[in-house]
Structure formats: structure tokens, C-alpha cells
């Protein structure tokens, strides 16, 4: 969600920079107000537009050493914890949301329960109020303070720079981002693209009234005189619009001899956002022989099951015995264990009995550097050449058999594969190769455990472009 925000405050500021900087002091007003409105769409949507690259690859796989989701109470509390984070957040997004409705709703009631009389003039619905407001229009109708009907009639050029908003349907442009400010109001560009609608708008309607051969000295004068008249309607085009400054200098401009040129800068720059912002669906590489380990979430993944061998029953004791068999035949090979390949590597059958009831809670074993360390060096002495590449989904659950003193005593692997569960075997032996481990602690002192460590790998098949 995060990731979709950026996206769209970016691309947002990108193309009103665009405006601002290349478009805004051309004299291209229907150009530009297109623009503003596709830009602002084209912003919104691009996120959510799907990208693919022309080579479309197969075949990457991932490790993923432990798995996302655990019993352990601290996982659950850190959980708790962060839904109750994003609650707040969506409160948050909620109550802002609708003060922007509520305002929302309150300009349109505050413009729509203004009294007045209603006339048609020239074709055109008015509303006469009595009310000392400048002359605004808001979707169909434009409205005048009394004082400006004298003798039945209205003075043209104002009629005319309404007219035009109407006309044009400028109320909607304002509407929709409103609209959007309701429910994306985290987005600074909106304010941007507002103002630069707003006076769009008005360079529009000056345009509609000096095509009527008005002076444009007289022109000006006239809007000069209706500033010092001012009212607060959030939704309106009023004629005394307060940019004057713009409005006099668009009115005796010429376009640039670029004007036509600034208008296909804008497609390098749309394919760029487009390719930068736009939903990617991501090409997969072909099999490496190192994978990268994959980004993990807590720091309490894999499982440490306790043994008390004072508790244990004949077959749990059989298994402490076999593991320490096999850690001492461990520890005289071990200089040899990185030239080992996995089809080298036996693999125990016998898994582990269930750990027997304990009467205390359990500090399960740590490894030197916490559980990413253990991940990130599996990750990286596991061998993915070694398989085809069309294999699917592997699954394996290795156990490490751990001491009083940290010691590694026997490591093995149960999954469906076996070249998956050498394979395994010897990566965590060989990551495991001169580390002693911080030992599990039960009431107050070291006990043996067995550490369980699921890993998974998905083949997507052999590369292909």
C-alpha cells in the first residue's frame, strides 16, 4: 500500500511539474485542461496497470529458510501489535476522509440554498440575488448580485466570461478533483492541480469574451473593479478571481515557437512514468548456483523442541544416544564437510520423538547472529545447480540436534525429495561449521534440544525467453 501511495504522489508531482514548467504560459488553454484531466487519471491508474517485460523468463528459484508463520507468543504480540498500528492509520484515513465529505457536502448545499430569482437569460439560467457577491456560475447557472441587472440587462463581458464556464462545463473539473481530494487526500499534488484547473479555467473564459472584439483595456479595468468584492464559495469560477496578474499578461500573449514541440515532450515523459510506476510482472531469471536469501519477517521462525533425557522414554533416549554418535563422527570429519557434495551426504531416516511435557517454558537455542544469520549463510552455501530446474515445489524439515553447549550433534532432513534433503544437510552443516550455539535454557540452565528448520524452494521450470 505504501509502495501504490508513493507511486501515486510521484507521478502526480511529475506531470503538474511538467505543466508548470513547459505548458502553463502557452496559449494552448484547451490543450492544457485536457492535460490536467488525463494527467490526473493517468496518475491514479497507473499503479494498478500491468507492465511486462519483452523477455518473459522462467525458471528463478527462491529459498525460503523458515517459514512466515509461527506459534511463538512473542510473534503473535508483535502481530497484535502491528494490525492495532494499521487500525489507527485506517482510522486516521477514515476521519479525514470524511471531513473532506462533510466539506464537500457542505459547499454544494451552501451554493444550492442561496435565495434569489430565478431567470432566463439569453438561453442561460440566473439567479438574482440579493446578496453583495461577484459573479460566479456553478454547473448550470450563474449568479448575480442585484446591482449588476441594471435596466434588465447584465454587462455583457461578465455574461460572456460566465457563460463560457458553463458552457464548457468547468464545475465538473473542479467536481472531480474534489472528489478525488476526498478520498486520496494524502496527495499535496491535488492542491496544485486545483489551482492550475481554476486558472485554466478563467484564461479559457477571458479567451470567449476578447473573441467577441472587446478592448482589452477595458477588459481588464472592468475585472480590476470587481476585486475588491470577494466571497468564499470553494466550488465556483467567480469573476473577480483573484490571479489577476496571469490573467493580464495570458491575455496579450503569443505562444512560443516551441509551443507545438512542448506538447510531444510529454510522450518520453509518460512512457518513463509508465515504466517506472505501472504494476510490474516481473521476469524470472534462469537458475543460479547462489540464491539470495529472502527477506523474513521476525526473528523467530524455527521451532526449538526440548528433550529432557531425565523424562525421556527408551526411544527418545535411543535418539539422544544415535545424536551423540554422530556429532562426535561429525566432529572428526568436519574439515572435509565443505568438499562434500549432496549426493555424498546420508541423510538420517529416524526423525526425532516428540519432545516430552515440560514443566517450564523454554528459551529456545539461538545461532551466533540470530536466526538471519543462520538464513542468510544457508542461502548462500546451498547449491541450486545441482537440480533441473523443472522440480516444483520442494519442501524439506531439517533438525539440529543441539546440546548443553551449543554443540551441533547430528543434523538431518525430512521431505519428499532426497537430493532436496542432502542438499540441505549439507548446507546447514557447512553453515553451521565452527559455530557453537547459544544453548536452549530451561529453568535457569542448558538442556539439549532439536531445532527445527523448514525450508522451501519453488522451480518455475527451465529458462526460456
Same mark, same amino acid.
Given at each position: 500500500?505504501?509502495?501504490? !501511495? =508513493? ?30 484531466? %488525463? ?13 511486462? /517485460?519483452?523477455?518473459?523468463?522462467? *525458471?528463478?528459484?527462491? %529459498? ?9 507468543? +512473542? ?43 430565478? &431567470? ?18 456553478? %454547473? ?16 455583457? &463581458? ?10 464548457? &462545463?468547468?464545475?465538473?473539473?473542479? =467536481? ?40 482589452? *483595456?477595458?477588459? +481588464?479595468?472592468?475585472?480590476?473593479? #470587481?476585486?475588491?468584492? /470577494? ?29 507545438? !514541440? ?10 518513463? =512514468? ?9 521476469? +524470472?531469471?534462469?537458475? /543460479?548456483?547462489? $540464491? ?28 539422544? &544416544?544415535? /545424536? ?44 551466533? *547472529?540470530?536466526?538471519?544469520? =543462520? ?15 523443472? #522440480? ?11 546440546? #548443553?553447549? *551449543? ?15 542432502? #542438499? ?28 527445527? %528448520?523448514?525450508? $522451501? ?9
Amino acid at each position: 500500500m505504501e509502495t501504490l !501511495i =508513493l507511486k501515486i504522489i510521484l507521478s502526480s508531482f511529475a506531470l503538474i511539474g511538467f505543466y508548470y514548467l513547459f505548458l502553463e504560459r502557452e496559449r494552448i488553454f484547451k490543450f492544457n485542461r485536457i492535460f490536467l484531466l %488525463l494527467a490526473l487519471l493517468f496518475t491514479y491508474a497507473i499503479p494498478f496497470i500491468p507492465f511486462n /517485460s519483452s523477455f518473459a523468463t522462467t *525458471g528463478q528459484s527462491n %529459498l525460503i529458510v523458515g517459514e512466515p508463520l509461527q506459534d511463538f507468543q +512473542q510473534i503473535n504480540i508483535a502481530k497484535v501489535a502491528s494490525v492495532d498500528w494499521i487500525k489507527i492509520l485506517l482510522v486516521i484515513y477514515v476521519a479525514v476522509s470524511i471531513f473532506f465529505l462533510i466539506k464537500f457536502i457542505y459547499s454544494i448545499i451552501k451554493i444550492k440554498f442561496l435565495k434569489g430569482e430565478k &431567470r432566463n437569460y439569453k438561453n442561460q439560467n440566473i439567479l438574482i440575488i440579493d446578496k453583495n457577491y461577484a459573479p460566479f456560475s456553478f %454547473l448550470d447557472t450563474i449568479y448575480f448580485s442585484r446591482k449588476y441587472l441594471v435596466n434588465n440587462q447584465i454587462d455583457e &463581458r461578465i455574461f460572456l466570461h460566465e457563460k463560457c464556464h458553463i458552457e464548457e &462545463r468547468h464545475s465538473t473539473d473542479i =467536481l472531480f478533483i474534489e472528489f478525488l481530494k476526498i478520498f486520496s487526500w494524502f496527495n499535496p499534488a491535488l492542491f496544485f492541480f486545483k489551482k492550475a484547473m481554476i486558472t485554466n479555467h478563467e484564461f479559457l473564459a477571458d479567451e470567449y469574451v476578447l473573441q467577441n472584439n472587446y478592448d482589452v *483595456g477595458n477588459y +481588464q479595468h472592468l475585472i480590476l473593479n #470587481e476585486i475588491k468584492i /470577494s466571497q468564499s464559495f470553494n466550488l465556483t469560477h467567480q469573476f473577480d478571481f483573484n490571479n489577476t496578474k496571469k490573467r493580464f499578461i495570458m491575455m496579450t500573449s503569443k505562444n512560443s515557437k516551441f509551443a507545438s !514541440i512542448k506538447k510531444f515532450a510529454l510522450i518520453p515523459v509518460l512512457a518513463i =512514468l509508465f515504466v517506472f510506476f505501472s504494476k510490474k510482472v516481473q521476469a +524470472q531469471n534462469e537458475p /543460479s548456483s547462489a $540464491t539470495e536469501p529472502n527477506p523474513v519477517k521476525t526473528e523467530n521462525q524455527a521451532v526449538a523442541i526440548p528433550i529432557d533425557e531425565s523424562n525421556a522414554t527408551p526411544a527418545e533416549k535411543e535418539f539422544i &544416544r544415535a /545424536s551423540e554418535k554422530l556429532f562426535k563422527e561429525y566432529e572428526s570429519t568436519k574439515d572435509t564437510i565443505r568438499k562434500k557434495r549432496a549426493q555424498d551426504v546420508a541423510v538420517p531416516t529416524t526423525l526425532p520423538p516428540p519432545p516430552p511435557p515440560s514443566k517450564f517454558e523454554q528459551v529456545p537455542a539461538e545461532f551466533p *547472529g540470530g536466526i538471519n544469520a =543462520l538464513r542468510n549463510s544457508v542461502a548462500t552455501n546451498f547449491d541450486t545447480s545441482i537440480f533441473k530446474g523443472d #522440480e516444483g515445489l520442494l519442501k524439506t524439515t531439517v533438525y539440529l540436534s543441539i546440546d #548443553e553447549s *551449543g554443540n551441533i550433534s547430528n543434523i538431518f532432513a525430512e521431505g519428499e525429495n532426497k537430493q532436496f534433503n542432502a #542438499e540441505a544437510v549439507r548446507a546447514i552443516t557447512v553453515a553451521n561449521e565452527g559455530k557453537v550455539w547459544k544453548p536452549a535454557i530451561e529453568d535457569s540452565n542448558p538442556v539439549k534440544t532439536v531445532y527445527k %528448520l523448514p525450508l $522451501t524452494m519453488k522451480f518455475e521450470g527451465p529458462a526460456k525467453k
